[in-house]
């Protein structure tokens, strides 16, 4: 997308949020991201704010998951001196440091029901009351929230505050998972790899098509960043030229080989038990073939069979014409 290099991603449901991002970015509506670990809240926090006019005033990102409850209050809120023990000076904080730029309180689900109330008021009158101090005071911040919780169900279990949850929601952006914009993968592999070829220039990795078919069916539980750690493992780690499904962790590699066991099921018109269960055989014995690197003795251990009959298994599948044969590598 021209004048976009924020989030790489051509499918329909990317180019809603691009065209979204733009439109609330000429405003200072409240904007809650939502969607699973990885799949780029921050990314578009940060694209929200880096095209708004606030652009060259500060973003600053708060994680209240990560900051003790204790404290997350004097952190958001500033405190005066004296406000606690330890408060040897008074000390501003984040929506003060924020002002007039953005404050990004990321995984917002973990605040403690008091803070929850306290950030709605500010939401509400745009003043803040640092800890310990008497006198409220206006500040000038466009708020971004994000969270991988799901928070209506923390509405309706009542762990997070309704009406906080509406105002936070203004503008609420849901980010997809990768396996369901799965057409995505290619162009973000291809980003992601120049961008971490770039900083290796004595040599350049690039990746063979049936590894890329390997991602692009895999199911990536930790969406974008996953995809983006492994690329640039691969582009230090790699021996050679190019990223091959050898290659490729265990763990991708053999959830590739167990999602394309078919799992038959039975139609109104019927199913050939024999031939269903014959072929499901067959694509273990291939899988335990090609885990064990074709090692019949190790391949049987992991089937639970004597390795004797795998080997009888294997010579009548050679036997029998038209039915479906592990690679002909192993048989022989
Ligand atoms: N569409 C995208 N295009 C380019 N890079 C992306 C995209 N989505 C995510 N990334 C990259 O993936 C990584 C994770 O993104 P980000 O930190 O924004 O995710 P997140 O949703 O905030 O994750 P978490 O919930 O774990 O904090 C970052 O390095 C980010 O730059
Ligand atoms: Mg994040």
Sequence with gaps: MDGFPFLIGQHPLIQKIQVLIKKVSSTDATVL????????KELVARAIHALSTRGDRPFIPVNCGAIPAELLE???????????????GARAGMFQLANGGTIFLDEVG????????????VLQDREIRPVGADRTMKVDVRVIAATNKDLQHEVDRNAFREDLFYR???IPIIMPPLRERRSDIPLLVEHFLEKHNRKKPERTVQITEEAMVHLWEYDWPGNVRELENLLERMVILSEDAAIRVETLPSNIRSFISEKRIPKPSLTASGLDLNSAVEEFENRLIEE???????????AARLLGLKRTTLVAKLRRRKAVPGTVQPSQNYLL
Excluded: D, Y
């Design 110 to 121: 973990e605040m403690s029901p008091p803070l929850q109330v306290k950030l709605l008021r």
């Design 168 to 170: 936070l929601q203004v």
């Design 288 to 298: 335990a073939l090609r885990r064990t690197k074709g090692n019949k003795q190790a």
């Design 74 to 88: 004097s952190e958001i809120f500033g405190h005066e001196r004296g406000a606690f023990t330890g408060a040897i």
């Design 33 to 40: 991201v939502m969607g699973e670990s990885g799949t780029g």
